[in-house]
């Protein structure tokens, strides 16, 4: 689920997403929260909602790393577990040898930080076989998925959680 800093200031988003959770008795580890780089205007606000969904078991990931106010910095906070590495970065992997060495230097810091790096935008088998030969193990886009309402998103996870019982 994509939410920005400003979202998660103004509302109850922590209480839906945790209420929601229980209604459809899902554990909080199968439900991921993608948080924007963009700035928040109270952090500590933020910072709250975060730990308590972080507390929940559920995992906090920094979307689109590289292109908005997050700096290296970022990766140090407990509750980030998961890189998302922006598209724009993916697309020109075939071509831009530059592109290449940023995505590897991601991944191999996210490896050494614990962290999981996940690539973004991933639209075809080159652009995936590129990824697995730098070491990204998961990755979204086109190629294996369009984005799905929520309500379709949960009962995905209802399905992959009764296969795991």
Do not use: W
């Not at 780089?37 to 929940?56: I, M, N, T, Y």
């Not at 309402?149 to 995905?156: F, G, H």
């Amino acid at each position: 689920m994509n939410v920005s800093p400003r979202e998660l200031e103004a509302g109850d988003i922590d209480d839906m997403v945790l209420n929601g959770l229980a209604a459809k008795d899902l554990p909080a580890t199968m439900f991921e929260i993608e948080i924007t780089e963009e700035s928040p205007v109270d952090p500590d606000r933020v910072d709250e909602k975060l730990g308590r969904l972080s507390h929940a078991g559920i995992s906090i990931a920094l979307d689109d790393f590289g292109t908005g106010f997050s700096t290296l910095a970022s990766l140090k906070d407990s509750r980030i577990r998961k890189v998302k590495i922006d598209q724009g970065f993916i697309r020109g992997l075939a071509k831009s040898r530059e592109d290449r060495l940023l995505v590897k230097t991601v991944i191999d810091l996210g490896r050494a930080l614990g962290i999981d790096v996940m690539a973004e935008g991933v639209e075809t088998e080159a652009d995936r076989q590129i990824l697995y030969k730098l070491g990204c193990r998961t990755a979204q886009g086109f190629l294996f998925s369009k984005a799905v309402p929520l309500s379709q998103a949960l009962e995905l996870a209802l399905k992959e959680h009764a296969k795991q019982c």
